[in-house]
């Protein structure tokens, strides 16, 4: 559970200082808030850890995906690359701002692949979504060099992996923007919330206005008398979240560094089970190790090995039947079936395409994740926990 792991005195100081102003808002009263304006420090702070110009926080990464496209022009007739392994609220984004998510092969990262993206273009295709599933990086050099060739947008999903890097360069920073996600099971937690950042005044102001009724903020005038340019709805951080997220990223590299140390450990006792593949990391040293990966021979292989780590009380997750993670998995989305009886945005007219999402499409994906499990990583790893972990694999393993 990562941040949410560490939740202590440190956040109970910072949401404390909020509480005393008795505004949870993030704008206006400024005469009652005594200077105190969580969010906006840490934007401030989250920006500069990330080494980008802009950061914006908002009320969850769901909400970010919709703010960041939103801002990228993306919307009806439009189709967006996306990977079969993901969760499914990158799918719901794209679907959110009226265009269609084209569902597309992973390689051994587990991963967007970058040399499917040209087999799913169309004259559609306006923008891509990497995702860094599961705490590692996808292959960004060779993804950007295939989107620049196409003059496609980049929108990095970084939900999963947070503080992660790719030669000290932090994932979310290699697109055209990137999100992160502070849900409670992620790296850092704020409860719900998520974070938009991007290196463009351009863009950034555009998720500015949207994000809050269409309001420019400017200093000048007070709230509801600025200028408006868009149209816009409200995905506000409140004081709350902020005061959460600036304790929780000031344990972040405690928690990158512990996590790292303890996939280390289950690396090393998965490594001595016979057959065992791991998942290709593209710059180990910047594995933000939230999960560790690995892969059997076949399919049987994978869930009796499942199966033995259940016995012995040690979770694995076999994704290929996760409703929540792969694409051809999820009934609503094979049928079409958004939140409107019309069936918008698959039936607007002015989208041209025809999209389907069978497993015919990612047969790499059908494969990988047929024989493929994968494990949490923990930031606290308790003597009684560690072992039995270390028993359940040894066990597993005699299984097999």
């Not at 497993?359 to 047929?370: C, E, F, R």
Request: charged letters at 25%; aromatic letters at 10%.
């Amino acid at each position: 559970m990562a941040g949410a792991e560490l939740i202590g005195q440190e956040e109970i100081q910072e949401v404390m200082e909020v509480m005393e102003t008795g505004v949870l808002m993030r704008y206006e009263f400024h005469d009652q808030r005594k200077g105190i304006y969580k969010v906006a420090e840490f934007e401030k702070a989250f920006a500069g850890y990330l080494g980008s110009a802009h950061a914006l926080g908002v009320t969850s990464g769901s909400a970010a995906l919709k703010v960041a496209l939103t801002a990228l022009d993306v919307g009806p007739g439009d189709e967006v690359i996306v990977p079969a392994f993901d969760f499914i609220a990158t799918y719901e984004a794209v679907l959110e701002v009226g265009a269609i998510p084209v569902m597309t092969d992973i390689d051994d990262t587990f991963n967007l692949d970058p040399r499917a993206i040209e087999d799913r273009l169309s004259l559609a295709t306006k923008a891509v979504i990497p995702v860094h599933m599961c705490g590692a990086a996808a292959r960004m050099e060779e993804i950007l060099a295939v989107t620049r060739k196409h003059n496609l947008l980049v929108l990095e999903d970084n939900a999963q992996a947070c503080g992660g890097s790719i030669e000290g360069k932090k994932l979310g920073t290699f697109g055209d923007m990137g999100i992160m996600s502070f849900d409670f099971y992620k790296t850092i937690t704020t409860g719900e919330g998520g974070m938009i950042v991007t290196d463009s005044k351009h863009l950034y102001e555009r998720s500015d206005w949207y994000h809050d009724h269409g309001h420019d903020h400017n200093p000048a005038v007070g709230r509801a008398l600025e200028g408006r340019t868009i149209l816009g709805f409200n995905y506000r951080m409140n004081e709350l979240q902020g005061a959460l997220g600036l304790a929780q990223l000031r344990k972040l590299d405690f928690i990158l560094a512990e996590q790292r140390k303890h996939k280390a450990l289950l690396k090393d006792a998965l490594g001595r089970v016979p057959g065992i593949s791991f998942r290709h990391l593209v710059d180990p040293a910047g594995d933000a190790a939230t999960f560790i990966g690995f892969s059997f021979s076949g399919a049987p292989e994978a869930k009796r090995f499942q199966k033995a780590l259940a016995e012995q009380r040690v979770d694995a997750t076999y994704y290929k039947e996760n409703a929540w993670h792969y694409a051809p998995r999820w009934e609503h989305l094979i049928a079409g079936a958004t939140a409107n009886s019309k069936g918008y945005p698959f039936t607007n007219p002015i989208y041209k395409g025809a999209v389907d999402y069978s497993a015919d499409h990612v047969p790499y994906a059908d494969n990988l994740l047929g024989r493929s499990l994968f494990m949490a990583i923990p930031v606290k790893m308790s003597e009684e926990y560690r072992e039995t972990v270390l028993k359940g694999i040894e066990t597993a393993a005699k299984a097999m």
